[in-house]
T-cell receptor, first 112, second 114 residues
Framework: EAGVTQSPTHLIKTRGQQATLRCSPI?????VYWYQQALGLGLQFLLW???????NRGNFPPRFSGRQFPNYSSELNVNALELEDSALYLC???????????FGQGTRLTVV | DQQVKQNSPSLSVQEGRISILNCDYT??????FLWYKKYPAEGPTFLIS?????DKNEDGRFTVFLNKSAKHLSLHIVPSQPGDSAVYFC?????????????FGEGTQLTVNP
């Protein structure tokens, strides 16, 4: 069974640009979560999507947004990139009623 | 406001000895706790969990202890192996909340020396 897949693996952008990160959940999982892991910090919750709807969001500015498609894959968009947005972005998926989330390998975003 | 805290950024133990990783939380609504392990360049992987109705859960070499009155949980690894060297994240959630979001600690880098 394929796990959670994320693309791209690495992404380099300049300040002010937009970044789009993609995530494919485990087959059958309807919930997708996005987390940010900045250097020296723990995993910070960004967004939770379930059945195509945004269910919850963490303490991040509105320029962090996303969506979930009918096939349950998800996109995270970061607009007006700032240097401090450089981080590892992790996507996780789970069955809607379970809390054991399975994580992808992450996308390393570097803003220069 | 850091609701889940892992106060030790790193821990070093000898192979064969016990590793104890600690985690404190402040939100009394949390009723489900998980530990994840993360190797470099990989996503976190689920290790073990415990619900607030228990005070101990064991899975092979891994045991999680929960002290609700102290709002403290710990992960014990016995015996520790060099392959256990990784970053360990404690996470908490509230099953009764409207969001199935996990709140993570900062992580503890465990190094097991041969």
């Amino acid at each position: 069974e394929a796990g959670v897949t994320q693309s791209p693996t690495h992404l380099i952008k300049t300040r002010g640009q937009q970044a789009t990160l993609r995530c494919s959940p485990i087959s059958g999982h309807t919930s997708v979560y996005w987390y940010q892991q900045a250097l020296g910090l723990g995993l910070q919750f960004l967004l939770w999507y379930d059945e195509g709807e945004e269910r919850n969001r963490g303490n991040f500015p509105p320029r962090f947004s996303g969506r979930q498609f009918p096939n349950y894959s998800s996109e995270l968009n970061v607009n007006a990139l700032e240097l401090e947005d450089s981080a590892l972005y992790l996507c996780a998926s789970s069955l809607a009623i379970q809390d054991e989330a399975f994580f992808g390998q992450g996308t390393r975003l570097t803003v220069v | 406001d850091q609701q889940v805290k892992q106060n030790s950024p790193s821990l070093s133990v000898q192979e064969g000895r016990i590793s104890i990783l600690n985690c404190d939380y402040t939100n009394s609504m949390f009723d489900y706790f998980l530990w994840y392990k993360k190797y470099p360049a990989e996503g976190p992987t689920f290790l073990i969990s415990i619900s607030s109705i228990k005070d101990k859960n064991e899975d092979g070499r891994f045991t999680v202890f929960l002290n609700k009155s102290a709002k403290h949980l710990s992960l014990h690894i016995v015996p520790s192996q060099p392959g256990d060297s990784a970053v360990y994240f404690c996470a908490a959630s509230s099953l009764g909340s409207s969001g199935s979001r996990l709140t993570f600690g900062e992580g503890t880098q465990l190094t097991v020396n041969p």
